[in-house]
Nanobody
Framework: VQLQASGGGLAQAGGSLRLSCAASGRAFSSRVMAWFRQAPGEEREFVAGISQRGVTTSYADSVKGRFTISRDNAKNTLYLQMNSLKPEDTAVYYC?????????????????WGQGTLVTVSS
C-alpha cells in the first residue's frame, strides 16, 4: 500500500491545520491507521490512531483535546484535524498503517509509512 500525506504548512500559534493521507489499494478499511510526528533531533512519536471502522481512537496526551483523527473508508483517506496549535507541534507528520489489527502507539507495529508533511507553528 502507498500512503501520501498532505496539508502541512505554516500556521500561527492558536491556529488550525488539517492533514490528509490518501491511501492506494483496496485494503484501507481493514487497516488500523495512525499519525506520528518527528521534530528535529527527536524520535518519531505517536500522535493519534484510529481503528479500522473509526470506532476507536487513541491520542498522545500532548495533543488530546486539540487534535482529532478521522477516516473516510469510502475515499481511502485518513485525516488529522489540528486545532489550538502550539510551537511545540512543529514537526514532520507521517501517516502510517498496520496489518496487525491492533491500535498500537508503538512505531514498529506500523509497516506502511507515508513520506511525511511538514507542519511549522510560529509563536
Amino acid at each position: 500500500v502507498q500512503l501520501q500525506a498532505s496539508g502541512g504548512g505554516l500556521a500561527q500559534a492558536g491556529g488550525s491545520l488539517r492533514l490528509s493521507c490518501a491511501a492506494s489499494g483496496r485494503a484501507f478499511s481493514s487497516r488500523v491507521m495512525a499519525w506520528f510526528r518527528q521534530a528535529p533531533g527527536e524520535e518519531r512519536e505517536f500522535v493519534a490512531g484510529i481503528s479500522q471502522r473509526g470506532v476507536t481512537t487513541s491520542y498522545a496526551d500532548s495533543v488530546k483535546g486539540r487534535f482529532t483523527i478521522s477516516r473516510d473508508n469510502a475515499k481511502n483517506t485518513l485525516y488529522l484535524q489540528m486545532n489550538s496549535l502550539k510551537p511545540e507541534d512543529t514537526a514532520v507528520y507521517y501517516c502510517a498503517a498496520t496489518d496487525s489489527g491492533y491500535l498500537d502507539t508503538v512505531r514498529r507495529t506500523y509497516n506502511y509509512w507515508g513520506q511525511g508533511t511538514l507542519v511549522t507553528v510560529s509563536s
